[in-house]
């Protein structure tokens, strides 16, 4: 396209000189015959001289001759866009390209037709000095030749590079398939022979590229695997057996640990049972000596009324021995729960109604909060009265100078509670969580064996149940037995 657009400055260029004779000696013929001929050449599709009016007065094209040009048409607009039209264009704005009514590109080129001193001096031109551009030479060469070699050239480009790149694609391939395929291909059948357990598996690849020196790697990686595998093969025959030398050992010492904790617990329990059980014998075999000594030495003034009460303490003492006995034997009994449908009120209104006359000695206030008349729930009702009277003995226990006991049930969809707070003296915060152990009490001397709540705690827990304490010392205390059940029947 370059070499075309110097071409066409070249012609126009030519066309000018060879036509400014027969235009300075005013001879149509000449130049018409000058621009005919060099109209002729290959490649030439048209060329025209315009006035400065805008009239074609030489062409090559005969129906033209002597018609005006549109000044807004392409060939025009590069000068008359302006209001002034412009005689200093470049060469490219000198340049334009178009399609001809044949569909052909064409490359047009304005060249000027300047105002030379020849030109205004000659006698058969009437020309002023000072009148710049006598006209405008319009020299139009056909691209049809240029466009056909280059769609040649790209027809060849396309195939050419079709035809480098499916080779290309070929040796690349073939390139890959040898140096990188094969070998990759190895690396994964060594990898499945390994995770076979294949250990002793190596790769025959030798060259000294990535994929070999990965090779090298591999076959390493390999060894290092069969050698700690056949390590730790070794080491497990062996460790079975340690193992099963030191199960040995340790069921013999876990064996030895629990017959002596059985000793220790048993011993325990022993001192225990005996130091609760000595302090109330001491009493009934002292007393017992004072009445067998005043009835041996009665005299017709002896009173029995001041024999009676040594009897009553020796009664009292006998059935304090009776209850640690009784109470150890419920907390050591694990008998079979007889789980059934009870009206949860009842057993609650049986268990207040059984200790109702220690409410009024103790001047107690209760309260009860039942938002309904009847919980049919599934338990066992001797049990679950136990552990109520317990309670309520030991909330009245700690109100010796009365106070207020509430009774509360409290429904869930999945459990219920049973709620009895006092207003009594309090448990320390660091004995809260003793109070469920076997005979630990805070309980003067001789006025609890510290069982009960032991036989509350295994009550519950056979209920699969849960019971919390929250007490506060001066406040009182508040429990709660939270029994898991599965449907509740509530009845207003």
Request: proline letters at 3%; a neutral charge.
């Amino acid at each position: 396209m370059d070499l075309a657009m110097m071409s066409t400055i070249r012609n126009g260029d030519i066309i000018k000189r060879s036509t400014r004779y027969g235009m300075l000696l005013n001879r149509r013929e000449d130049v018409h015959q000058i621009i005919k001929t060099i109209g002729d050449e290959p490649g030439v599709d048209a060329i025209r001289i315009y006035n400065k009016r805008g009239e074609i007065i030489f062409s090559t094209r005969q129906p033209e001759l002597f018609t005006t040009a549109d000044l807004n048409s392409v060939s025009c607009n590069p000068c008359h866009f302006f209001t002034q039209p412009r005689s200093d264009l470049t060469d490219k704005e000198r340049i334009r390209i178009f399609k001809s009514e044949t569909g052909s590109r064409i490359l047009g080129l304005i060249n000027p037709i300047r105002n030379e001193a020849e030109c205004s001096d000659a006698p058969c031109h009437i020309h002023p000095a000072n009148v710049e551009i006598l006209g405008i030479l319009d020299v139009q060469m056909s691209l049809a030749t240029i466009d056909e070699q280059i769609a040649i050239n790209r027809r060849g480009l396309i195939i050419s590079s079709i035809i480098i790149t499916f080779l290309t694609a070929i040796f690349s391939g073939i390139f890959i398939w040898m140096m990188v395929h094969t070998r990759v291909n190895e690396l994964i059948k060594g990898a499945k022979a390994i995770s076979n357990g294949n250990l002793d598996y190596t790769l025959d690849i030798k060259t000294k590229d990535e994929l070999g020196e990965l090779a090298l790697d591999f076959n390493e990686m390999s060894k290092n695997l069969n050698k700690a595998y056949n390590e730790i093969k070794d080491w497990n025959e062996t460790l079975n057996l340690k193992v099963q030398e030191k199960t040995n050992q340790l069921k013999e010492i876990y064996e030895h640990i629990v017959q002596i904790e059985k000793i220790a617990s048993l011993g325990k329990l022993s001192a225990t049972v005996a130091h609760e059980i000595n302090n109330p014998l001491e009493g009934i075999l002292t007393y017992s000596k004072l009445v067998i000594k005043k009835l041996k030495n009665r005299r017709e003034d002896v009173e029995i009324d001041k024999v009676v009460p040594f009897l009553e303490i020796i009664s009292s003492e006998s059935e304090r021995c009776g209850n640690i006995v009784k109470n150890l034997l419920l907390f050591s009994k694990v008998s079979e729960n007889v789980i059934e449908k009870n009206d949860l009120v009842n057993i609650i209104e049986r268990s207040i109604l059984l200790v109702s006359h220690h409410f009024k000695i103790n001047n107690i206030n209760l309260i009860k909060k039942f938002l309904y008349k009847s919980y049919v729930i599934d338990c066992d009702k001797n049990q679950l009265h136990q552990a109520i009277i317990a309670i309520l003995i030991n909330a009245v226990e700690s109100m010796p100078n009365g106070g207020n006991l509430s009774v509360d049930i409290i429904p869930d969809k999945t459990k219920v509670t049973i709620e009895i707070a006092d207003t009594g003296c309090g448990i320390p915060q660091e004995h809260l969580d003793k109070i469920f152990d076997p005979f630990f009490t805070t309980k003067n001397s001789g006025k609890g064996t510290g069982l009960g709540l032991s036989v509350v705690y295994g009550i519950v827990e056979q209920h699969r149940g849960k019971i919390n304490v929250d007490s506060r010392v001066g406040e009182g205390t508040k429990m709660q037995i939270i029994l898991p059940i599965e449907k509740i029947t509530e009845s207003a």
